[in-house]
T-cell receptor
Framework: QKEVEQDPGPLSVPEGAIVSLNCTYSNSAFQYFMWYRQYSRKGPELLMYTYSSGNKEDGRFTAQVDKSSKYISLFIRDSQPSDSATYLC????????????FGTGTQLKVEL | ETGVTQSPTHLIKTRGQQVTLRCSSQSGHNTVSWYQQALGQGPQFIFQYYREEENGRGNFPPRFSGLQFPNYSSELNVNALELDDSALYLCASSLGQTTDTQYFGPGTRLTVL
């Protein structure tokens, strides 16, 4: 069993839709949770960073962590075609600068 | 752009050869991590260097080795290449190990024939 599980998709939504991306993890020692966005032929780009349980909002993006159920979510409101990318969830033990354990990534396509 | 650069962009090698990939970290960052991303998979941690010392290693064999230089740039060396080593190799830099982000470079696409 992988430490971080993520549905690979692909997920296709119409422009303006609310997108929900999810991951589960198995290691209770994970304390830090991140979402990265990766465009084709590019490196991952950090979108959201949260510590422990709770919500964090940044513009159209909201990250949620529920440590009791080991569930990580990313919501994208008013999705745009430019949001089309692969979204990777990642976890670490001691901070975002340390070893990251990634999910497989979910491929998202936002269509006009 | 993150300020992390990697070279070369693409590389084709044959099985059994050796390869060296290079990474220049973002200005002021003293920690470099390397990841391997196979097609359709998430990145997998190879190892991390902090102030020129290896500081953590993932589940990769010893033929994967690295270096970090005094200017904090880094190299990843892979000996005795295997077909399964074909992947995107990503370098990420950060300021220390517990700061809130790693900045990734664009990666080096390695193809082993």
């Amino acid at each position: 069993q992988k430490e971080v599980e993520q549905d690979p998709g692909p997920l296709s939504v119409p422009e303006g839709a609310i997108v929900s991306l999810n991951c589960t993890y198995s290691n209770s020692a994970f304390q830090y949770f991140m979402w990265y966005r990766q465009y084709s032929r590019k490196g991952p780009e950090l979108l959201m960073y949260t510590y422990s349980s709770g919500n964090k909002e940044d513009g159209r993006f909201t990250a949620q962590v529920d440590k009791s159920s080991k569930y990580i979510s990313l919501f994208i409101r008013d999705s745009q075609p430019s949001d089309s990318a692969t979204y990777l969830c990642a976890s670490s033990f001691t901070g975002g600068g340390n070893k990251l354990t990634f999910g497989t990534g979910t491929q998202l396509k936002v269509e006009l | 752009e993150t300020g992390v650069t990697q070279s070369p962009t693409h590389l084709i090698k044959t099985r059994g050869q050796q390869v060296t990939l290079r990474c220049s970290s973002q200005s002021g960052h003293n920690t470099v991590s390397w990841y391997q991303q196979a097609l359709g998979q998430g990145p997998q941690f190879i190892f991390q260097y902090y102030r020129e010392e290896e500081n953590g290693r993932g589940n990769f064999p010893p033929r994967f080795s690295g270096l970090q230089f005094p200017n904090y740039s880094s190299e990843l060396n892979v000996n005795a290449l295997e077909l399964d080593d074909s992947a995107l190799y990503l370098c990420a830099s950060s300021l220390g190990q517990t700061t809130d982000t790693q900045y990734f470079g664009p990666g080096t696409r390695l193809t082993v024939l």
